[in-house]
């Protein structure tokens, strides 16, 4: 069956430090591949997508995602992290035609000062 | 725009009891979702609607649970009876477009609480 897997359901790291959420996924064909973040008692909001144009994506606050095929992941990443980028991530997939996102299970980034 | 609207925005009660959730989707967005987020299972697509159309639901837990979507801005959620698992955030998203290719926007959520 096709599938997205988030590895690590929490990531904590260093005020400064580089930012690195694992995002695979299970597809014969090549899916369409979306970050969204959510912030504590909000909804989602898209971070960036990849819709088989290039292959490294760069999103809002900084952060930026490549798509390797050969290795079926596109983790997402930030160079300097943020106390205000603690929040859940999701990696979430389409993988055909005109069918719903499915999301992986997320991710909570912490932030330590 | 206003975004996508949810209320309420916190419903506390007590199991047996009949839940109402409600959704407005942004203006012009011929898609619209609800997910059930909780921790065990994450967010889960329940149900779909392409022009007020439901397109999917297979995701919905049990009879308990139906949604409909008289017109294009307003869609409900209502679980009869409502049962203490029934407990998680309910999210509204809508989008146009193609699925995926196109970006969704998500309500803030109704926290729903059965006792």
């Known amino acids: 069956a096709q599938s997205v897997t988030q590895l690590g359901s929490h990531v904590s790291v260093s005020e400064g430090a580089l930012v690195l959420l694992r995002c695979n996924y299970s597809?014969?064909?090549?899916?369409?591949l979306f970050w969204y973040v959510q912030y504590p008692n909000q909804g989602l909001q898209l971070l960036l997508k990849y819709t088989s144009a290039a292959t490294l994506v760069k999103g809002i606050n900084g952060f930026e995602a490549e798509f390797k095929k050969s290795e079926t992941s596109f983790h997402l990443t930030k160079p300097s992290a943020h106390m205000s980028d603690a929040a859940e991530y999701f990696c979430?997939?389409?993988?055909?035609?005109?069918?719903?996102?499915?999301f992986g299970k997320g991710t909570r980034l912490s932030v330590i000062a | 725009d206003a975004g996508v609207i949810q209320s309420p925005r916190h419903e506390v009660t007590e199991m047996g009891q009949e839940v109402t959730l409600r959704c407005k989707p942004i203006?012009?967005?011929?898609?619209l979702f609800w997910y059930r987020q909780t921790m065990m299972r994450g967010l889960e697509l329940l149900i779909y609607?392409?022009?007020?159309?439901?397109?999917?639901d297979s995701g919905m837990p049990e009879d308990r649970f139906s949604a409909k979507m008289p017109n294009a801005s307003f869609s409900t959620l209502k679980i009869q009876p409502s049962e203490p698992r029934d407990s998680a955030v309910y999210f509204c998203?809508?989008?146009?477009?193609?699925?995926?290719?196109?970006?969704?926007?998500f309500g803030e959520g109704s926290r729903l609480t059965v006792l």
């Open positions: 609607f392409n022009n007020n159309v439901p397109i999917d």
């Open positions: 979430a997939v389409s993988f055909s035609g005109n069918t719903p996102l499915v």
């Open positions: 203006s012009g967005h011929d898609y």
């Open positions: 998203a809508s989008g146009s477009g193609r699925l995926n290719t196109g970006e969704l926007f």
């Open positions: 597809s014969s064909v090549p899916p369409y």
